[in-house]
Nanobody, 120 residues
Framework: QVQLVESGGGLVQAGGSLRLSCAASGRTFSSYAMGWFRQAPGKERELVAAISWSGSNTYYADSVKGRFTISRDNAKNTVYLQMNSLKPEDTAVYYC?????????????WGQGTQVTVSS
């Protein structure tokens, strides 16, 4: 069993930055691919960024490439999402996710979500 707890969301002006953290419980954190999804009101949940268990492979949605950076610290059981040059369209609830068997297509665990609001 893995529990995921996100933090770091909040209200920021356009052009600003936030860093989200996702702390995982359990001893097998390093065996999971991790990702950040987001869901805006009235829209489907979408994968924003993903990172392999070793950190050697990453994925970014086109809408965040060059602005967001995903990283992980397996010693701290934590995955991060550094978000720079934020835009109002980045406003959403951001969810951390863990996948033990695929590249974030068959999620084993979800966090509870953290709200990110970007004002114009």
């Amino acid at each position: 069993q893995v529990q995921l707890v996100e933090s770091g969301g909040g209200l920021v002006q356009a052009g600003g930055s936030l860093r989200l953290s996702c702390a995982a419980s359990g001893r097998t954190f390093s065996s999971y691919a991790m990702g950040w999804f987001r869901q805006a009101p009235g829209k489907e949940r979408e994968l924003v960024a993903a990172i392999s268990w070793s950190g050697s492979n990453t994925y970014y949605a086109d809408s965040v490439k060059g602005r967001f950076t995903i990283s992980r610290d397996n010693a701290k059981n934590t995955v991060y999402l550094q978000m720079n040059s934020l835009k109002p369209e980045d406003t959403a609830v951001y969810y951390c996710a863990a996948d033990s068997s695929s590249w974030l297509s068959d999620i084993d665990y979800w966090g509870q979500g953290t709200q990110v609001t970007v004002s114009s």
